[in-house]
DNA sequence: TCTATACGACACTCGTCAGTTCCGAAACCA
DNA sequence: TGGTTTCGGAACTGACGAGTGTCGTATAGA
């Protein structure tokens, strides 16, 4: 799904003729759609802004798109996700956890929770954008803090009744609401409080 | 703030003349308006979607509201904000918190997360639905399990330590969660599993 | 009864935005 | 070099929606 720009070139037979698209532009025109996508939301952001952003003609993006709802979910699902494996390794859950936090990492988090907060009303509507943004913003996240809790059980730090799933949520879905619900700032401070007062009790580990 | 609509009477000076204005209508059109904006959202809701819906004219509700927004908006402000004060006393926390999960509160619930999705992208642009949207939604929910959290410590149940703030936000956050990230229904059961897998064992209370 | 207002219903204006088309210039290929 | 396509830019079309005005009817006070 994330090389759809690519996929008509691949089956197209016929060597097209004249000059070629430059598809080098594509990243700056997605990056620039998810730009306005954060600061305004999906129906307040008009494909004007971005081309104008992206320093493009209107007519090039519906070269490359079909529309705006599908040059959204693309920029959406190209999205490079957060960090595949690079998942730290301290040795203790606690010590994973902080060292999950790097500052970008934050930075780059309330970004996309800005993208996700441009699509919630849709999302109840249209699957495939709630599909493009849970695959690509909740998932990975969720997935990341289920391997560091699983750890923890593999490892006899945490008892093995806990129940992975639900508390994998905890630190992302207490950094959305208070982003996205209580309009405040989520730094890195409030994460650690989340860790030490929440998800490690929760855990059945002392907070230090 | 929430008597908006009847202000400007209880200023007039001059006894109006001809027919009165049917202020038993109000309700119905603030219902017909939150009902379209927990389904479309405040972008995708139209005025004559309300109008049609509360089986009024759309002239019959710019006489009332100078705009859609200021309809929007004091329709949030005048929601009937939940339970102020019936909240339950069971003599334990977990009786407490499992007692304040009624079936139609739940439906309720989902409702109210319903209508703050349909404003999350202009919350962060606009103060005044922010506003309206926290104090009515969000702060009265938060407000309800401090109590009940502080009614534990009071008596012993949990360790005065404990940042009532925070936890007091796990149960909201990781419903609207669920509902809104998640696109899941949000049921009795769940709540259950977040009170004795994550909101318990955080407050040092073991899990039944 | 007379006048003024509210009512629902509908037509209308006006701005905005998705999507299209045209332009001159540039780039690619035969 | 000439035909073909892309580029950024701008004008254009068509639909849709916020807000206004009008019409016939209903209801209030004088």
């Known amino acids: 799904m994330s090389d759809t720009t690519l996929s008509e070139e691949d089956v197209d037979p016929t060597p097209r003729l004249g000059r070629k698209r430059d598809h080098s532009r594509d990243p700056e025109i997605l990056a620039a759609a998810l730009d306005i996508l954060a600061e305004k939301g999906y129906e307040r952001m008009t494909v004007d802004m971005v081309a104008t952003r992206a320093r493009a003609g209107k007519a090039t993006l519906y070269r490359r798109w079909p ?18 494996a690079d998942l730290p390794d301290t040795g203790s859950l606690r010590g994973d956890l902080v060292a999950n936090i790097k500052a970008p990492a934050v930075k780059d988090g309330e970004r996309k929770l800005r993208i996700m907060a441009g699509m919630v009303s849709l999302m109840s509507e249209s699957p495939e954008f709630a599909d493009a943004a849970r695959s690509v913003i909740v998932e990975p996240r969720a997935a990341a803090l289920r391997t560091l809790i699983r750890r923890a059980i593999d490892r006899g730090e945490v008892t093995p009744d806990v129940d992975v799933h639900v508390l994998a949520q905890v630190i992302p879905s207490m950094t959305a609401y208070k982003s996205l619900m209580l309009g405040q700032a989520v730094d890195r401070e409030y994460i650690i409080t989340l860790v030490d007062e929440v998800l490690l009790p929760a855990l059945g580990l002392p907070a230090p």
Do not use: F, Q
């Open 67 to 84: 529309s705006k709802a599908e040059l959204v979910i693309d920029a959406v699902a190209c999205m490079k996700s957060t960090h595949p």
